[in-house]
């Protein structure tokens, strides 16, 4: 079975922290991505990456930045958090190839105060 | 990607067959239909996809309707644990990104 590990489920920032979400995948995938999930607003992608050191903008990624040094990892970084950045965090991963589904991690839940 | 219409809400007694209709009329030949799902506070998980023939694997079948501007899934006998958010998404499968519109909230109930 695939899997996507986040390194956290719940975390606490104050504004203007420096923030670090890890994701971890353990098949292989060429393929990452990060989501934020709001109420009302869906899941929105935020920054993807479809090769190690390689990144693409999503539809938001204003605040963010992200890293890919390893295939199996790839971390999004909040410069410095803000109160309009909590949210629901979502990583998932998929292969390059004809089979195509998306798999999702548990979430990471931040609060920025 | 092609746009999709589902119902916001549905509910389905324990046991029996849930229905989950998705509208997308204006899905395109080289278009997929890819079913996902999102129980609370946990990341979405897939379900199930095709292109126009029907579907069925260990959790769900799916039904595409001939003209492929409609598909349903069904989830032959509900339980609990499958309260959840719905999403019917339809995408390119050499595409990047899925995109999530607001699914359907199913209610499964005892």
């Known amino acids: 079975d695939v899997k996507v590990t986040q390194s956290s489920r719940y975390l606490v920032k104050r504004t203007g922290e420096k923030v670090f979400l890890e994701c971890v995948q353990d098949?292989?995938?060429?393929?990452m991505f990060w989501y934020r999930q709001d109420p009302g607003l869906g899941l929105r992608l935020i920054y993807f990456s479809y090769d190690v050191k390689m990144k693409e903008k999503g539809d938001i990624p204003e605040g963010y930045s992200v890293s890919r040094e390893k295939k199996e990892r790839f971390s999004l970084i909040l410069e410095s958090a803000s109160t309009n950045q909590t949210s629901m965090y979502l990583c998932?991963?998929?292969?390059?190839?004809?089979?195509?589904?998306?798999?999702f991690g548990p979430g990471t839940r931040l609060t920025v105060t | 990607d092609a746009k999709t219409t589902q119902p916001p809400s549905m509910d389905c007694a324990e046991g029996r067959a849930a229905n989950l209709p998705c509208n997308h009329s204006t899905i395109s030949g080289n278009e997929y239909v890819y079913w996902y799902r999102q129980i609370h506070s946990q990341g979405p998980q897939y379900i199930i996809h095709g292109l126009k023939n029907n579907e069925t694997n260990e959790m769900a079948s799916l039904i595409i309707t001939e003209d492929r501007k409609s598909s349903t899934l069904i989830l032959p006998h509900a339980t609990l644990r499958d309260t959840a958010v719905y999403y019917c998404?339809?995408?390119?499968?050499?595409?990047?990104?899925?995109?999530f519109g607001p699914g359907t909230r199913l209610s499964v109930l005892p």
């Open positions: 998932a991963s998929r292969a390059q190839g004809i089979y195509y589904e998306q798999y």
């Open positions: 998404i339809v995408r390119y499968n050499y595409g990047q990104n899925f995109v």
């Open positions: 098949m292989d995938h060429e393929n």
